[in-house]
């Protein structure tokens, strides 16, 4: 066998992304970190891209890359597919704008389309983003229940905002107990009203959360969860629905977040699989084909408090009444027709013939062949997930919350994440793992044998460590 001698993946990346270090540093003069987004940031610089194609990604040093980050999971047909570029143009083309700015075809046609495929959806509205979306269903739930608090899951994310931008990575000696977490902020700048406004709840522990939620049944609008945390951590069956018959004896919402699952768990979301109606949706990503999108569905008396017929909102101008009745949500780009243009072209896509269960068999061929691969080396591994999204996680124990996750050898995953962006595999460092339509067996081949060269290589480097003790 040859001998094979170790190299350090990050002197490799930086050999290879002189460009990118470059351009980073000028990006740094002119942007805080030199990023748009604290997610997009990662040691020792993050890497800039300059063209894409399908499942691929090329960047300013010409380096290319098996894209798995897809835009953190938007991009489910892959970069630049034919059908969403042509729809977008058309729609801009045949129809003379980029934007009518009053109500239009698209919206009402998205509309039915999420109506007819999400359980718990009877009227939409759109957003620009994931994270108006959860915060116009938070807002609808205070008005619908007129309760001032929310709960939340620890390890849970729903945008970067005050009320909901808490313990989804809270240092384990600040959390307090398993069974009764506490909110810890995950940034600077977020008001201690939203700590005592935001209750902590541990996930798939259905009788911890039911003591929590029964003790403070009086105060909560709403729960929101993320039906599979993260994108890759399933809830169980039994805590599914024991959360939503609980809710609805308690007089308490239930906000699905399925940001990150719309159209990747299933077409019709985790909601979908689950057999579970929630008062509210929040979706995303997916929906917008590419584009910047966010939508909150619900039950039709609940999506009422934001109907204007008759009532009063904030720029009336009616000097006599001062009272507001109506539940306020507006936005200049909201239902964007070139955005929904994309979105419906890429639903018509996912839903023609067997275009998603082929996402799906792929994304398990590809769990499968690494967990080969890395067991075969003894690398203890697991990969979780549901549908068209997984991750890796570098422990053989079970996962079912953010504390568990805390016994997994993030250390090893960090440094097998940078042996692949070497190999020319990409996603951001610990990232999870989201698959398009443009992923074929090629593409899966080769990152299986980038994942046999990154163990080699994990293997060659514990090996030299163990000489030097
Ligand atoms: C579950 C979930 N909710 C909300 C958001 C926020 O969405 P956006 O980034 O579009 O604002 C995200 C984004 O990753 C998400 O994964």
Redesign the pocket.
Known sequence: MAIVAHQDPLQLLKNRTKKSYQLFQEAQQVMPGGVT?N?KYFDPYPIMMAEAEGSRLKDVDGNEYVDYLLA??ALILGHGHHKVTNAVIRQMVTKGTTIFGTPHELEVEMAKRLVKLYPGVEQVRYTN??????LLAIRLAHAYTGKSKIAKFEG?????YDQVLLSINPPLDQAGPADAPVAVPDSAGIDVYYQEHTIILPFNDLEATADILKARKEELAAVVV?PVQ??FIPATESFMQGLRKLTEELGILLIF?????CFRVALGGAQSLYGIKPDLT?L??VLGGGF???AVGGKKEIMDVASPHGKKDVFEMNVKSKKKDVLFHSGTYNGHPSVLAAGLATLDVLEEGDNFETIVRTTEKLRRGLENVLRYYQIPVQTLGLGTIFNLVMTTEPITNYRDLQNANLDLRRQLDYYLLTLGVYTKPLNRYSLSLAHSDREIQETIDAYEAAAKQLLVKRGSQLNQD
């Open positions: 987004a997610i953190y999971g983003s994931g994270t108006e979306a959860t849970h994310y729903h945008g970067g993320e993260a994108g977040d399925e940001v990150k699952t929040a995303g990503k910047p999108v966010g």
